[in-house]
């Protein structure tokens, strides 16, 4: 089952690397490192931070605005496109478990969405070192594994609407309300308003921490502002709940299980959905 897993995964891997979305996709985030360092923000000071500190702030703010809908939207054409294509009647006939071929494909997946965008802070990290810029190891650590988790949170989703979806046009335009509704629930300031309003604070902070984009964008304000006082009377309810330790732990957890549970429900639905 191991060796049908990886023989998937492998050939989601060429299949990717052959299309012009991931050229697209890793384009634009060597893009952006590049763009980030031609402006100088290696040399910059923002609230204390310095040299690649301050780059690797501004690159995961960027990487939430465009690695979920990038993932979304190449994930659900997946199982959809296949379904469309007549794949599966073929898939059917070799000795291929479909346990194999959906895991395979989600593993193949996670590693294209995110290679790209690992090797783009590692390559500023190599840089930095070259030019002598002191490199934030436990920032650089803790800001890869926020990226792990939240390629494999938007996988797990995609997967999840691709398999329910029935044709490749209805998969991408589910995926791009989701993202769009993600967007919309994203602010903790508005938070503070709901919070003054009576709203129980611990209901108005659970809400909005159900949505993964406002979990990772909150874990990234924490590594340069442990107090969160951007957030205004929303941070005190999240301090008093979890701590700065606790919710940079919850910031990983939360996306991780959400992620691995939505490719399981979708795994689950599939092949109810396509088995006789």
Known sequence: M?????????????????????????????????????????????????????????????????????????????????????????LLSLPVSLSSWFWGKILGRYIVVFAPVFLAMLAATAWATVRGIEVPWSMFGYYTALL??????????????????????????????VWLGLLLFLDLILLGVMIQGKVAPELAVTLALANPLQVFRTAALALFDPQLIVLGPSAYVILDLFGVAGYKAFALAYPACLGVGSASLGYFLFRRGDLP
Not at 15 to 27: D, K, M, V
Not at 48 to 65: K, P
């Open 148 to 177: 792990a988790v939240m390629a494999l949170c938007f996988l797990g989703i995609g997967m999840l609407i691709s398999a329910v979806a029935r044709t490749t046009d209805l998969a991408q335009g589910a995926a791009f309300l």
């Open 2 to 90: 191991m060796r049908q897993l990886w023989l998937t995964a492998k050939l989601d891997i060429v299949e990717s690397l052959r299309a012009r979305w991931f050229q697209i996709y890793t384009l634009v985030f060597g893009g952006i490192v590049a763009l980030l360092f031609v402006f100088g923000l290696t040399e910059s000071r923002v609230l204390g931070f310095i040299g690649l500190s301050r780059l690797l702030v501004t690159y995961i703010q960027l990487t939430m605005a465009i690695l979920p809908i990038f993932v979304l939207i190449t994930t659900v054409r997946s199982v959809a496109g296949d379904r469309e294509a007549g794949v599966f009647e073929y």
